[in-house]
């Protein structure tokens, strides 16, 4: 396929969904999100010419934004893993952004003429990484703190009863100590990660990242090269936005007796459709599709087994328990 047929992402109109995360815009946005969707869906036609990964993008990004909180908890507090997940990460943005300076450095230097045209991808990239590391900097800071207070509070609470206890044995006065301990103040929670947010942002630094190293190819090198021709040429915003859409696919799978998840359904099948031509592999592979089929009772069987076997040093009470979460798992959810 012509890549002269592909537009490629430019960074235009990522407003569009990061106002999706936006505290004080998001209720009204997320309204007229949904009423873009179901319009798109209508009147959609595919052009056989040409075909927007740009807009692709922003769609894909919007769909996510839109269902993630049906599919996901995205309003829980942050997991073990997931805070350390998103500590490696900040890791990675950091070694990004010294990367993508020297990467706009070399790019200034060597090809004076193409650098106007990829400055602004460089810069908005720039702007997203700096602002997720000073929101995970920011965000770590205050619940370190928090965590400070916290411990501080339960020892100020433990000693102020303790003093209580000691002024009932002795028959003293004890209005003094139980107004103390009601005078401790409980530390204020900060707020909670905003996952939607974050995410948006990383999509964005992740795409701009993509195009900017497709764009800057022809001098980093015969390695990259040689390995983007032995992948049939395909390119790479669309192996990138393909990988988005099948993680779409099998997120919302289970999902479509809820009305909106299969209006996000109809419209990623549409994108998959236009992107389809420009893929060298069916988008749904076989593969794929085997991951939203049932688990058949024989793995079931076996899988259970294994967890009886990892835990047969455990006391006959902790057995019990594990087959009645293996047996009803929708008891995490309650």
């Not at 899988?303 to 594990?322: E, M, S, V």
Request: positive net charge; proline residues 4%; aromatic residues 10%.
């Amino acid at each position: 396929m012509d890549s002269s047929t592909i537009l490629p992402i430019s960074g235009e109109h990522f407003e569009d969904f990061l106002l999706l995360t936006n505290q004080e815009q998001k209720s009204n946005k997320i309204k007229q999100a949904w009423q873009i969707l179901r319009q798109q869906i209508h009147t959609h036609t595919a052009d056989s010419k040409k075909i927007d990964l740009n807009s692709i993008f922003v769609d894909t990004v919007r769909m996510e934004l839109l269902i993630f909180p049906v599919v996901e908890h995205w309003k829980r507090p942050l997991t073990n893993a997931e805070w350390e997940h998103i500590d490696r990460d900040s890791i990675h943005l950091e070694k990004q952004m010294e990367q993508m300076k020297k990467m706009s450095a070399l790019l200034r230097k060597k090809d004076p003429r193409l650098f106007p045209e990829v400055a602004p991808l460089f810069n908005k990239m720039f702007d997203h990484n700096r602002e997720l590391r000073n929101n995970w900097a920011e965000f770590k800071k205050l619940w370190t703190n928090y965590k400070k207070e916290w411990e501080l509070f339960q020892l100020r609470k433990k000693q102020a009863l303790k003093n209580r206890q000691k002024s009932i044995k002795s028959k003293q006065d004890s209005t003094e100590t139980n107004n103390s301990v009601e005078n401790i103040e409980t530390p204020e929670s900060p707020p909670m990660f905003s996952r939607e947010h974050w995410h948006a942002l990383r999509l964005s630094t992740k795409a701009l990242e993509i195009e900017i190293l497709r764009q800057c190819e022809h001098f980093r090198g015969g390695k990259i090269n040689r390995q983007e021709n032995a992948n049939g040429d395909t390119h790479a915003g669309v192996k990138f936005l393909v990988e988005e859409l099948r993680k779409i696919y099998l997120k919302t799978h289970g999902f479509e007796l809820i009305e909106r998840v299969k209006l996000v359904q109809k419209r990623n099948d549409q994108l998959m459709q236009e992107l389809q031509p420009y893929f060298p592999e069916p988008i749904i592979s076989e593969e794929i599709k085997l991951q939203t089929k049932p688990v058949s009772k024989n793995l079931e069987t076996s899988a259970f087994r294994k967890i009886l076997k990892k835990k047969q040093h455990l006391p006959t009470g902790y057995k019990k328990f594990y087959w009645l979460l293996f047996c009803f798992p929708a008891w995490e959810d309650l």
